[in-house]
């Protein structure tokens, strides 16, 4: 069973930067997509960004130009740099990752790490 652990969460204040982490451990297959979502108090979980494994990238529109997903490979980790952060950023953040065995596709997530931005 995959595990995801994140952690860089916190408290900001508007215009300010966090990078999130994640490492997945216990994989026995190879994780293909990781990324990240968030859910605000009220809201359904949205998608932020993803990267597969080959490094193509895919932001939700309000991120761009101000959050950037990377991973490294080697160490089953994804980040999320998170630049120019706005009061509706403020969510609790997910990382997520899938593998695909066969043809079933597993999904993992991780607990999530709160981020708050404040004005």
């Known amino acids: 069973q995959v595990q995801l652990v994140e952690s860089g969460g916190g408290l900001v204040q508007t215009g300010g930067s966090l990078r999130l982490s994640c490492v997945a451990s216990?994989?026995?297959?190879?994780?293909?997509?990781m990324g990240w979502y968030r859910q605000a108090p009220g809201k359904q979980r949205e998608l932020v960004a993803t990267?597969?494994?080959?490094?193509?990238?895919d932001y939700a529109d309000s991120v761009k130009g101000r959050f950037t997903i990377s991973r490294d490979n080697a160490k089953n980790t994804v980040y999320l740099q998170m630049n120019s952060l706005e009061p509706e950023d403020t969510a609790v953040y997910y990382c997520?990752?899938?593998?695909?065995?066969?043809?079933?596709?597993?999904?993992?997530w991780g607990q999530g790490t709160q981020v708050t931005v404040s004005s």
């Open positions: 990267i597969t494994r080959g490094g193509s990238t």
């Open positions: 216990g994989a026995r297959f190879s994780i293909n997509t």
């Open positions: 997520y990752a899938d593998s695909t065995v066969v043809t079933m596709l597993l999904k993992y």
